[in-house]
């Protein structure tokens, strides 16, 4: 069955540094893949997506491109910021039943 | 335009206890799902309404675990009765259907259930 394996936390960075956040995942066909995020005491929140190979989702200067090569779907963003604390989702929806798979999520801390 | 309601946020109940959830999807939603989120860990779909036809419920324990939908808006899911395992976060979303174009998934703000 379809599976989403992502990069265990925590992750703890200083504010402005680089993030990478990686998302492997297994399906058949070709699913969509996302990431989402749920911030503290909030519930999930789209952050992007992508649907089809190489494209790239964006959102609030996070990046990931769908890597079919590499079944792929890496997080990144080149400064963070305190206010990106959260937990971050990766996860995919097949393309045949639509239902979304989620992996294990990763906690993000950003210290000032 | 709202977005998913969910109600209770929080529920406290004993083991054996029955306890139900409530979800109004966005309007015009067609498609409904119920995912458990047990802490640490991603949220599993416990099961997918098409309006108010079940899609897929392959991961729902239905000794103990029943949801409708039955006007194909608002939805409930019910635990009778619950286990100490069964505490988790209970999430509800929408999204205008199935299909590439229509699967984007809106979550409410889930219920927190803690079993004693």
């Known amino acids: 069955g379809d599976s989403v394996t992502q990069m265990e936390g925590p992750v703890t960075l200083s504010e402005e540094a680089f993030l990478t956040i990686n998302c492997t995942y297994t399906?058949?066909?070709?699913?969509?893949l996302f990431w989402y995020v749920q911030y503290p005491g909030e519930g999930l929140q789209l952050l992007l997506k992508?649907?089809?190979?190489?494209d790239k989702g964006s959102n609030k200067g996070f990046e990931a491109t769908y890597r079919k090569e590499t079944t792929s779907f890496h997080l990144e963003k080149g400064s963070v910021q305190v206010s990106d604390s959260a937990v971050y989702f990766c996860?995919?929806?097949?393309?045949?039943?639509?239902?979304?798979?989620f992996g294990k999520g990763t906690l993000l801390t950003v210290n000032p | 335009e709202a977005g998913v309601a969910q109600s209770p946020r929080y529920k406290i109940i004993e083991k054996r206890q029955s306890v139900a959830f409530w979800c109004n999807p966005i309007?015009?939603?067609?498609?409904l799902y119920w995912y458990q989120q047990i802490l640490g860990q991603g949220p599993k779909l416990l099961i997918q309404f098409q309006n108010n036809g079940v899609v897929d419920d392959s991961q729902l324990p239905k000794d103990r675990f029943s949801a409708e939908r039955l006007k194909g808006v608002d939805s409930t899911l019910k635990i009778q009765p619950a286990k100490l395992e069964d505490s988790a976060v209970y999430l509800c979303a929408s999204s205008l259907g199935v299909g590439r174009n229509y699967n984007e998934q809106f979550f409410g703000p889930g219920t927190r259930l803690t079993v004693l």
């Open positions: 309007s015009g939603h067609a498609t």
């Open positions: 399906a058949t066909g070709y699913p969509s």
């Open positions: 996860a995919l929806s097949g393309s045949s039943n639509y239902k979304l798979t």
């Open positions: 992508a649907t089809k190979a190489d």
